[in-house]
């Protein structure tokens, strides 16, 4: 078993080493795997720099999986940088590499999903939502020390059926998020909570690919239709920070 695939089955057969490893060390192991996809992402940019003013798509497997993006979001100029399995905190330590340079004017962040998990498997529960809102701060620090014009727009912690069980706290999450991205300059909150959800009132196992964690073609259909009009009425085509 290759590195990469250790880590996408990790939490579903390594809870005891990831105990015993330590959150803070399993972080640190686990961003070593990114590397190759990190490289992969400089090479392109060396090969065809993207220009000033676009729109950075970046989070974990959800936005790497979006395979429609840039069609989706057309005529919007989208950099899809998105890495499964990354943490906010991934996000951060990646961030000088594969969103500052680009100078966006918009930034569409995607995480907190597998920081809650990692938490919950490290039986961190009472903190994980706590964690996700610090590190989101620390995430719109960083980005506004390098672009302090640029627009962060944090779409909602996604409910799945895999996970239904830690959706309690990841709802935490999102409201932490969404109140203080409502008292603070430049940060946006989008919801798209109500999406996931049938007329029921249950997750909605139609929008997931058989994993029941990952968004199908149609769960990001409900996406695009709620982002795009967000980011169409925000972006200032050409715009320098």
């Given at each position: 078993m290759t590195m990469k695939q250790h880590h996408v089955h990790v939490g579903l057969d390594a809870t005891p080493w990831f105990k015993a490893l330590g959150f803070a060390a399993f972080s640190r192991v686990t961003?070593?795997?990114?590397?190759?996809?990190?490289?992969?992402?400089?090479?392109?940019?060396?090969?065809?720099?993207?220009?000033?003013?676009?729109?950075?798509?970046?989070?974990?497997?959800?936005?790497?999986?979006?395979?429609?993006?840039?069609?989706?979001?057309?005529?919007?100029?989208?950099?899809?940088?998105?890495?499964?399995?990354?943490?906010?905190?991934?996000?951060?330590?990646?961030?000088?590499?594969?969103?500052?340079?680009?100078?966006?004017?918009?930034?569409?962040?995607?995480?907190?999903?597998?920081?809650?998990?990692?938490?919950?498997?490290?039986?961190?529960?009472?903190?994980?939502?706590?964690?996700?809102?610090?590190?989101?701060?620390?995430?719109?620090?960083?980005?506004?020390?390098?672009?302090?014009?640029?627009?962060?727009?944090?779409?909602?912690?996604?409910?799945?059926?895999?996970?239904?069980?830690?959706?309690?706290m990841m709802a935490d999450a999102n409201a932490r998020i969404k109140d203080y991205a409502a008292s603070t300059p430049c940060i946006h909150y989008i919801d798209t909570t109500n999406a996931m959800f049938d007329v029921n009132g249950q997750i909605n196992k139609n929008l997931f690919k058989h994993d029941m964690l990952h968004l199908n073609d149609d769960g990001y259909a409900r996406w695009a239709a709620i982002i795009k009009p967000v980011l169409a009425a925000a972006h200032e085509p050409g715009r320098e920070l």
């Open positions: 961003r070593r795997l990114w590397n190759k996809e990190i490289k992969a992402f400089e090479r392109q940019d060396r090969a065809g720099p993207p220009g000033p003013g676009k729109i950075v798509f970046t989070g974990s497997s959800t936005i790497a999986r979006w395979n429609t993006l840039e069609q989706d979001m057309a005529p919007l100029t989208i950099i899809r940088r998105g890495f499964g399995g990354s943490t906010i905190r991934d996000v951060i330590h990646y961030a000088n590499r594969i969103i500052i340079p680009y100078k966006p004017a918009i930034i569409v962040l995607y995480a907190g999903d597998n920081d809650i998990f990692f938490k919950h498997k490290f039986g961190m529960d009472a903190r994980a939502a706590g964690d996700c809102l610090r590190d989101f701060q620390a995430f719109v620090d960083l980005v506004h020390g390098a672009l302090p014009g640029a627009t962060i727009h944090f779409v909602s912690i996604k409910p799945s059926p895999s996970r239904a069980n830690l959706w309690p």
